[in-house]
């Protein structure tokens, strides 16, 4: 399921419901913003994958960054976070399926939290994000833990360990480091995530 038309879908969600009101809303994006901020600098290349209407930028750009982009397949949350932003900070936004980007320049670090879960056939998402990160740059990844939820938004989820994560990157990346995060949602719920920070090897 999760891999039909996933622009309808995302479009269809942002159209129709709140920001603060979609289970993974997060008025601070705490962990993100901590390991993105651990593995870069403000002059760093930052991309966020499946960024949807993440307050990540918001956060980067208080903070000086400045070569920040966003990619998600929805046109609707990217069009919400460039009025949101449209003040603050130039950013780069793409309007693309993941699988199907074809990146025209590296970044030092990818951060997707909750987009990759929703692939049942990850390996594009690894063959572009290998294109895209520099040598030595970083993935951060978060997705829900296998005692996390089977579904997001009616669509089903893959969920990881960091050994899984760590497993479907070993062509070209090696596992620094893991944590685990127990997301609350706006409704009240507790949703366990795995946290995996990943460095680009060298060919
Ligand atoms: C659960 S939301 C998470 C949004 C954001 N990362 C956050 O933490 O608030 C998943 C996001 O991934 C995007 N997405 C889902 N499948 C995608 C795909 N194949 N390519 C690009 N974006 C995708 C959706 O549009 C949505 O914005």
């Known amino acids: 399921v999760s891999d039909v038309a996933p622009r309808a879908h995302w479009d269809e969600i942002y159209e129709t419901r709140a920001a603060e009101d979609v289970s993974w809303y997060q008025r601070d994006p705490e962990v993100s913003l901590a390991l993105v901020t651990a593995h870069s600098r403000p002059e760093s290349a930052i991309v966020d994958v499946g960024a949807g209407q993440s307050r990540l930028v918001d956060r980067l750009l208080e903070l000086g960054y400045h070569?920040?982009?966003?990619?998600?397949?929805?046109?609707?949350?990217?069009?919400?976070?460039?009025?949101?932003?449209?003040?603050?900070?130039?950013?780069?936004?793409i309007e693309s399926d993941v699988r199907d980007w074809r990146p025209t320049r590296t970044y030092d670090v990818w951060h997707d939290r909750a987009a990759l879960h929703f692939l049942d056939r990850p390996e594009g998402y690894v063959e572009v994000a290998t294109a895209a990160v520099i040598e030595g740059g970083v993935a951060i990844i978060g997705v829900f833990a296998p005692d996390g939820p089977t579904h997001c938004s009616g669509l089903a989820v893959t969920r990881y360990d960091a050994?899984?994560?760590?497993d479907l990157f070993e062509a070209s990346f090696d596992l620094v480091s893991d944590r685990r995060e127990e997301h609350v949602t706006p409704s009240g719920a507790t949703q366990p995530f795995t946290w995996v920070v990943l460095r680009r090897r060298g060919n």
């Open 67 to 93: 070569d920040v982009t966003l990619l998600d397949v929805s046109r609707v949350a990217l069009d919400e976070v460039a009025r949101r932003t449209g003040h603050v900070g130039p950013v780069t936004l």
């Open 163 to 166: 050994a899984g994560l760590a």
